[in-house]
């Protein structure tokens, strides 16, 4: 064991008491004291439709009072293998898309410098590219990205080029994904325009839809995005509405015909290995989650990211 902090065990508190924080662990604002950065980016200010995901980091907090400490799978303990802390939230701008993005961008530059690693819960998709901004600045990055929808429009309501549709154009532009190491996993859903997907398909990202997802199935599936991610720095960034509405129904743009919960845990787990440099959980927005059940999901694909993370961040501290 340890002294790393831990979410506390059966003998020390009841898991419906105390304050929340992500997995009932301390909060932690020197983040030089820590391996990995669990975060809150409370803001939906690029939803094109259904807001609501602001809400996503408190009520993910509350419902990670579900988390234990061990993987059952995988075996991974990441709170034995990480410094683990609940650093707080982003500051944001709920009435300023620019002024937001840099004020993300500013906090997760201060969580890259002292060294430690993101795993945020979001907040809608937009807030991934600040993220990368910060993390990605030095060198483009790949990405496992689990969405029904690929993120890569051009522009929303006659030029707005910032919105949860638009942040792996952006990202490309900007030279922070490598859309070479890049797969988007469940991609489904009506589109706009028999164009929708041509950007990311002809800047290179392997796009497996939910067709081909099935039609492969599952191992394959985890075997081709280790092959597209390859041995260089990987983001992973899981929107919830890639799982079926079924599990997920608290999101702003659910879309029928979705992986399951278990079968994205074991995409998850499927990445061990890969040289992992950060995740995210996003779209959870909890007034459309009347169960709670979108954040326990939010809350478990947080932890399964987790482990994975823990294990990539751990070998490269040996
Ligand atoms: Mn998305
Ligand atoms: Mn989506």
Redesign the pocket.
């Known amino acids: 064991m340890t002294d790393n902090p831990q979410p506390p065990d059966l003998d020390t508190m009841p898991r419906f008491a105390g304050v929340a924080t992500f997995m009932r662990l301390p909060v932690e604002h020197d983040f030089s004291k820590i391996d990995i950065a669990l975060a809150g980016v409370p803001w939906d200010g690029g939803t094109t439709n259904r807001a609501g995901a602001r809400h996503g980091p408190r009520e993910i907090r509350n419902m990670s009072s579900l988390i234990r400490r061990i993987n059952h799978a995988s075996g991974i303990a990441p709170f034995s293998l990480c410094r683990v802390a609940d650093v707080g939230d982003a500051p944001v701008n709920p009435i300023s898309v620019p002024d937001s993005l840099d004020r993300i961008r500013t906090f997760y530059e201060r969580i890259a410098s002292a060294g430690a690693v993101p795993l945020s819960a979001g907040g809608d ?1 937009l807030v991934t590219l600040p993220i990368l901004r910060a993390i990605a600045a030095r060198r483009p990055v790949g990405m496992v990205h689990f ?3 690929s ?1 890569t429009q051009d522009s929303y309501f006659g030029g707005e080029r910032y919105t949860h549709g638009t942040p792996f154009r952006r990202a490309v532009e900007e030279g922070l994904l490598d859309p070479k190491r890049t797969v988007q996993i469940g991609i489904r859903g009506s589109l706009y325009d028999a164009h929708d997907l041509d950007f990311a398909r002809d800047a290179g990202m392997r796009i497996i839809t939910i067709e081909e997802f099935y039609g492969l199935g599952i191992d394959a599936v985890i075997a081709e995005a280790r092959r597209v991610a390859g041995d260089g720095p990987t983001y992973v960034s899981f ?1 919830v ?2 799982l079926d509405p079924v599990y997920a129904p608290g999101t702003g ?1 659910p879309e029928i015909g979705g992986f399951t919960t278990h079968e994205a845990q074991r995409m998850i787990r499927g990445l061990q290995g890969l040289d992992l440099i950060g995740g995210d959980v996003v ?1 959870v927005a909890p007034p459309f989650d009347p169960s709670g059940n979108t954040a326990i999901v939010g809350a478990t694909m947080m932890f399964e990211i987790l482990c994975v993370l823990a294990d990539a961040r751990s070998r490269r501290k040996r």
Do not use: Y
């Open positions: 998709h969405d029904a929808h993120d929107d509405d890639g743009t779209e």
